[in-house]
């Protein structure tokens, strides 16, 4: 991944952020950074198992003010 991240020019951080719910933790780590944009992954839940189980990326994409690009 480093050498097609390089080849592209992007620049990529992995930051842990402990004792936060993930969206509230992401949204507030990629504001700090500065951050461009914010790329997540989804599961594709649909329906009562969304409901149920929750969706970190649904809550940052409903609170972010930067672009979230969503992958499946």
């Known amino acids: 991944m480093k050498a097609s991240t390089e ?3 992007l620049e ?3 930051i842990h952020v ?4 993930a969206a509230p933790g992401i949204l507030d780590t990629a504001r700090k950074c500065g ?4 790329v997540m992954a ?8 969304r ?6 990326t649904a809550e940052v994409l409903t609170l972010a ?3 979230v ?3 499946r």
């Open 7 to 9: 080849r592209l020019r």
């Open 42 to 49: 989804s599961h594709g839940r649909t329906g009562m198992s």
């Open 65 to 67: 003010d930067i672009p």
């Open 35 to 38: 951050c461009d944009a914010t």
């Open 69 to 71: 690009i969503v992958f």
């Open 12 to 14: 990529i951080e992995t």
């Open 51 to 56: 409901v149920m189980l929750g969706s970190h």
């Open 18 to 21: 402990p004792d936060r719910r």
